[in-house]
């Protein structure tokens, strides 16, 4: 039998079990904003996580596999306050094997591994829609955690 008390904690509960969905599509370490024109931005993070990035995404648009293991929520939000030609992110952990994957505002997927003979992560690809773009940064294996810095730079 339900008393007072217990009602209200179930209720509180659900309310946040309702609201669990949406506090797991907020990013991990913020929000960055660039527009025409910029020079250079980088922010910082770490790898981690066991979710599966490939289950989720599968293959971008351009067919290319995403790999690795991060968090459930996006690492960052990058808003583009403008349609960008050209745009390269690139991941610096030092080295180490990460994986990186960026969801669209229209939900276009692009996906990024190792970059020429280094391990780490970058896209580099044109037609950069203006919006707010989810960025995972991952690594190739679940559990790794590393530091990183992110950049991007228009070209």
């Not at 989720?56 to 808003?79: E, H, I, R, S, W």
């Not at 190792?114 to 559990?143: C, L, R």
Request: with cysteine; glycine share 12%.
């Amino acid at each position: 039998m339900l008393n007072c008390n217990n009602h209200k904690f179930l209720i509180a509960l659900l309310v946040i079990l309702g609201a669990a969905p949406a506090i797991a599509q907020e990013a991990l370490y913020g929000e960055f904003s660039l527009g025409s024109g910029f020079r250079r931005e980088a922010v910082n993070g770490f790898t981690g996580g066991s979710h599966s990035l490939s289950e989720q995404f599968n293959k971008d648009a351009q067919g290319n596999d995403c790999l690795g293991y991060g968090d459930t929520a996006p690492d960052f939000v990058m808003v583009l306050e403008d349609d960008l030609p050209q745009l390269t992110l690139q991941v610096n952990s030092g080295g180490n094997d990460t994986t990186l994957v960026v969801q669209g505002p229209d939900g276009t997927v692009r996906c990024g591994d190792d970059t020429g003979s280094n391990e780490d992560a970058s896209i580099a690809d044109n037609n950069w829609s203006q919006g707010s773009h989810k960025i995972w940064v991952g690594s190739f294996m679940p559990g790794q955690r590393w530091n990183y810095r992110l950049s991007a730079r228009e070209e």
